[in-house]
């Protein structure tokens, strides 16, 4: 029998193997490929170890049949479910919930004001770790490094970049090393490393404005460092957001500790919310 003619009428209960192969190629011709099609409706990768299985797109105990265009590939966590025909979206199978639960890298976010000891942080803590900020961008060829704020915008749009980038050829950790003082500074930094399945720290390192000022090595002016300091001061970060604050004086070698205080959002703020 002609393979496009193949099971029409017929009800019996066939497995995979028992359905000729030119019916099965027919299948992936209309498809476009082989491939479970309700993974795909979820924008999710079948894992190579999860075997594909024939379903019928109308139930045998309905009236559907073995033609082909009544069969559409499934991998065995849909097929075996089956209340993907009750529902009007597709359930997401328990190995690909699985799969999310696990981190696909660590995004470090350090927030402080110049002189607090971020870049000294990020190179004791997260050795090895891709460090990206505003700070190259300063710098010159001789080493020197030289402000000017007329760049800075730029130099954070460079940061981001560089960010998304890295994220995209999934490199970890990656510590972003610069002031990031309001949630304005962070949420594309956030929204990022969420989106891609990152877990995300932010760490804010916190110390003395005068004894930042006298240390910071970009010659920040004495008045730049306390208006930052009053601004990181009064800034909240949503709850949800793992975050934990450390001192870093001179004389203080206090282990982190939580961020307990509290936090007014219970959504995901807006920049309008600051």
């Not at 498809?31 to 170890?49: A, K, M, Y």
């Not at 402000?147 to 994220?167: D, I, T, W």
């Not at 306390?226 to 709850?239: C, N, S, T």
Request: charged residues 30%; contains cysteine; glycine residues 8%.
């Amino acid at each position: 029998m002609n393979a496009r003619q193949w099971g029409r009428g017929d009800r019996r209960r066939l497995t995979t193997k028992e359905i000729p192969a030119a019916v099965l190629a027919l299948v992936d011709e209309r498809q476009g490929g082989r491939f479970c099609v309700l993974c795909r409706e979820l924008g999710i990768e079948t894992p190579s170890e999860e075997p594909l299985q024939i379903d019928h797109r109308q139930p045998l105990s309905e009236g559907g049949d073995n033609h082909h265009l009544n069969l559409r590939w499934l991998c065995r966590a849909h097929n075996c479910g089956r209340g993907s025909r009750k529902e009007a979206e597709p359930r997401t199978p328990t190995w690909a919930r699985k799969r999310r639960e696990e981190p696909e890298g660590l995004v470090v976010l350090l927030r402080g004001i110049p002189g607090a000891g971020k870049s000294t942080y990020a190179r004791s803590q997260f050795p090895g770790a891709v460090v990206l900020g505003t700070d190259r961008y300063f710098s010159r060829p001789d080493g020197s490094y030289r402000f000017e704020a007329s760049r800075l915008g730029a130099a954070h749009e460079a940061c981001l970049r560089e960010f998304r980038a890295a994220v995209a050829q999934a490199r970890t950790p990656i510590v972003v090393d610069k002031c990031n003082l309001t949630w304005r500074a962070i949420e594309p930094y956030v929204l990022t490393a969420r989106g891609a399945g990152y877990e995300l720290r932010v760490v804010t390192l916190l110390a003395d404005p005068a004894t930042c000022w006298r240390r910071n090595q970009h010659d920040v002016p004495r008045d730049k460092v306390f208006e930052l300091a009053r601004i990181l001061d009064g800034v909240r970060l949503p709850a949800w957001i793992p975050t934990k604050t450390v001192r870093t004086e001179e004389a203080a070698a206090a282990p982190a500790v939580e961020n307990a205080r509290p936090h007014p959002f219970r959504h995901w703020p807006t920049r309008e919310d600051l």
